[in-house]
T-cell receptor, first 113, second 116 residues
Framework: DVKVTQSSRYLVKRTGEKVFLECVQD?????MFWYRQDPGLGLRLIYF???????EKGDIPEGYSVSREKKERFSLILESASTNQTSMYLC????????????FGSGTRLTVV | AQSVTQPDIHITVSEGASLELRCNYS??????LFWYVQSPGQGLQLLLK??????LVQGIKGFEAEFKRSQSSFNLRKPSVHWSDAAEYFC??????????????FGKGTHLIIQP
């Protein structure tokens, strides 16, 4: 089975801190995605990457950046965490055909205090 | 741009009863359609998907969905729900573009509650 692993299930950070959320997949997938999930808003795409060192903005990229130095790893960076970034963050990956469906990690619940 | 509407935020069903979760999409061409389930505190798991062919699609855990082009719908059904089906359900639509922007658009989800 494809595994998408997010390094932390729960994270508590202070306002203004730089935060790194890590995601690793083990199926040699080309595409990786970061979503945030909030009650009543569903999943919103932050960034995605279709190749190493490539990235594309999603619907809500403000306040975030990403890094993809290796194919299996896709990092989400909060340059200066704010309380409105408290959320569930979900990483996903897919193969060459992005429309073949995504495999999701278990999520990281980030609280910014 | 594609969009997905899940009209029901919450649905309550008695255990053993049948279930139908609604999903309407907006997209000009033939869409790629998906249903995902999210158990509390977990990521999303793919239940089933539709690309083409038979409009009735079978998925895991006894779920099925029917694509109806005339109604722009892709409703999820299960003949008899179990308490373990209590979860959040997401419908998603995918579209191909000429550039690198292919991806899935998710609905806001339907929270399924199972009554004993």
């Amino acid at each position: 089975d494809v595994k998408v692993t997010q390094s932390s299930r729960y994270l508590v950070k202070r306002t203004g801190e730089k935060v790194f959320l890590e995601c690793v997949q083990d199926m040699d997938h080309e595409n990786m995605f970061w979503y945030r999930q909030d009650p009543g808003l569903g999943l919103r795409l932050i960034y995605f990457s279709y190749d190493v060192k490539m990235k594309e903005k999603g619907d809500i990229p403000e306040g975030y950046s990403v890094s993809r130095e290796k194919k299996e790893r896709f990092s989400l960076i909060l340059e200066s965490a704010s309380t409105n970034q408290t959320s569930m963050y979900l990483c996903a990956s897919s193969g060459t055909d992005r429309l073949d469906g995504y495999t999701f990690g278990s999520g990281t619940r980030l609280t910014v205090v | 741009a594609q969009s997905v509407t899940q009209p029901d935020i919450h649905i309550t069903v008695s255990e053993g009863a049948s279930l139908e979760l609604r999903c309407n999409y907006s997209y000009g061409a033939t869409p790629y359609l998906f249903w995902y389930v999210q158990s509390p505190g977990q990521g999303l798991q793919l239940l089933l998907k539709y690309f083409s062919g038979d409009t009735l699609v079978q998925g895991i855990k006894g779920f099925e969905a029917e694509f109806k082009r005339s109604q722009s719908s892709f409703n999820l059904r299960k003949p008899s729900v179990h308490w373990s089906d209590a979860a959040e359900y997401f419908c998603a639509v995918g579209a191909r573009s000429g550039g690198g922007a292919d991806g899935l658009t998710f609905g806001k989800g339907t929270h399924l509650i199972i009554q004993p």
